[in-house]
């Protein structure tokens, strides 16, 4: 295991759909993250989960938003009722706890286009 | 005023000139401060990360930190074409754990 994996890589959805994305964290990370990131801005925080309690919540994550992580493994983030605005790059980290622990490591992003 | 600033830039310098790019941050409470590089359609990429005051060096890569004025800065010597990228500074807020990121600043080193 050398990363952060994602999948898919691309999605493209009609405005209207559900989609769900896929986030397999270094091994060995307790800790995963979701962001999202728009052309030009920085990534923005959406979720956090420690093992598999979602710990922090930003309140960009609407109710259409659902995250889950329910072995402590690998996550995954629903869109329910797509708008075009939800078209973005989501982005995936993962840390350790400990010293080490604010050292987050992304994975590739899954790239939403909602039409 | 936003939480972590930047600016967009594009920052261009020649190959081999010292490329300087700078961040300030609004909680005075930040503890941790992070730059991540990001080439056009990648992820980013952890490249340096400071805690105290003062400078960390990696290689090519200084870390600037001064807690008091709030800002921190990232130093590339012997800048290459391959360093072109959108540099992005992040900071943990003192009461959470998650990322507050930048805008980035893009820099182009000319051959």
């Known amino acids: 295991d050398t990363g952060v994996s994602q999948d898919p890589r691309h999605k493209i959805t009609k405005r209207g759909q559900n989609v769900t994305f896929r986030c397999d964290p270094i091994?060995?990370?307790?800790?995963l993250y979701w962001y999202r990131q728009t052309l030009g801005q920085g990534p923005e925080f959406l979720t956090y989960f420690q093992n598999e309690a979602q710990l922090e919540k930003s309140r960009l994550l609407s109710d259409r938003f659902s995250a889950e992580r329910p072995k402590g493994s690998f996550s995954t983030l629903e869109i329910q009722r797509t708008e075009q605005g939800d078209s973005a790059m989501y982005l995936c980290?993962?840390?350790?706890?400990?010293?080490?622990?604010?050292?987050?490591?992304f994975g590739p992003g899954t790239r939403l286009t909602v039409t | 005023q936003k939480e972590v600033e930047q600016n967009s830039g594009p920052l261009s310098v020649p190959e081999g000139a010292i490329a300087s790019l700078n961040c300030t941050y609004s909680d005075r409470g930040s503890q941790s401060f992070f730059w991540y590089r990001q080439y056009s359609g990648k992820s980013p990429e952890l490249i340096m990360f400071i805690y105290s005051n003062g400078d960390k060096e990696d290689g090519r890569f200084t870390a600037q930190l001064n807690k008091a004025s709030q800002y921190v800065s990232l130093l590339i010597r012997d800048s290459q074409p391959s360093d072109s990228a959108t540099y992005l500074c992040?900071?943990?807020?003192?009461?959470?754990?998650?990322?507050?990121f930048g805008p980035g600043t893009r820099l182009s080193v000319l051959p």
């Open positions: 992040a900071v943990i807020n003192n009461y959470g754990q998650n990322f507050v």
């Open positions: 980290a993962s840390s350790t706890t400990g010293p080490r622990g604010y050292e987050q490591y």
């Open positions: 091994s060995e990370h307790n800790r």
